[in-house]
């Protein structure tokens, strides 16, 4: 079954420095692998998403995240943050198999120091 | 942009009670789906709904849970008879192809459920 961890429960960064928010997943297979954005009040909007092709996936608001099949890896990055950029991340990732599910990671709450 | 509307964004009710959560999903999608965060828990799938039928659900949707879609905009999810494990806040999504995995998800804002 697959799985996906975020092991930073909390990252606080100061504006305009890098970031870097790690994901893990477990899935037999070529997964399915998203990062998923949610700001207070709001949805669940998507910032990128890989399915095949190139490992490295430009996303929405300057965002990009690397496939990385050996280290079952998808970390999403960020070169330099901006204070609207405090959210909760969440890493996904879906079976190629499934109708309809996306397994979810516990996310990471970002904070950005002024 | 097209977006997926959710109401009421919060709701109280008291333990027993029967809850409906209401969602628009975007006009030319045909898959949709509910998912569920309790506080400080992941979001996880509850179901998945084409063509008047579920398609899948999971273990979490049980004979309390039911989906309905009553006419060519609305997309619901009934509780029957609500436990305090069931406050969380819900998701609805949609898409316009099945299969999670290569098609894109537009999620709602969500709908706060609080049990008492």
């Known amino acids: 079954a697959q799985s996906v961890t975020q092991p930073d429960i909390h990252i606080t960064v100061s504006e305009g420095a890098s970031l870097e928010l790690r994901c893990n997943y477990s899935?037999?297979?070529?997964?399915?692998l998203f990062w998923y954005v949610q700001s207070p009040g709001q949805g669940l909007q998507l910032l990128l998403k890989?399915?095949?092709?190139?490992?490295l996936v430009q996303g929405i608001k300057g965002f990009e995240a690397e496939f990385k099949r050996s280290q079952s890896s998808f970390n999403l990055r960020k070169p330099s943050v901006h204070w609207s950029d405090a959210a909760e991340y969440f890493c996904a990732v879906a079976a190629y198999s499934s109708a309809s599910k996306i397994i979810f990671g516990s996310g990471t709450r970002l904070s950005i120091r002024p | 942009e097209p977006e997926v509307t959710q109401t009421p964004s919060h709701q109280v009710t008291q333990m027993g009670q029967e809850v409906i959560l209401r969602c628009v999903p975007i006009s030319n999608h045909l898959y949709f789906y509910w998912y569920r965060q309790i506080l400080g828990q992941k979001v996880e799938f509850l179901v998945s709904?084409?063509?008047?039928?579920?398609?899948?659900k999971s273990e979490i949707f049980d004979d309390q849970f039911s989906v309905e879609r009553p006419d060519g905009s609305n997309f619901t999810l009934k509780i029957r008879s609500t436990k305090l494990e069931d406050s969380a806040m819900y998701f609805c999504?949609?898409?316009?192809?099945?299969?999670?995995?290569?098609?894109?998800?537009?999620f709602g804002a969500g709908s706060r459920l609080t049990v008492l």
């Open positions: 709904f084409y063509n008047n039928e579920i398609s899948e």
């Open positions: 999504a949609s898409s316009e192809a099945p299969g999670a995995g290569a098609n894109v998800l537009t």
């Open positions: 899935y037999g297979a070529t997964p399915y």
């Open positions: 890989y399915f095949s092709g190139d490992t």
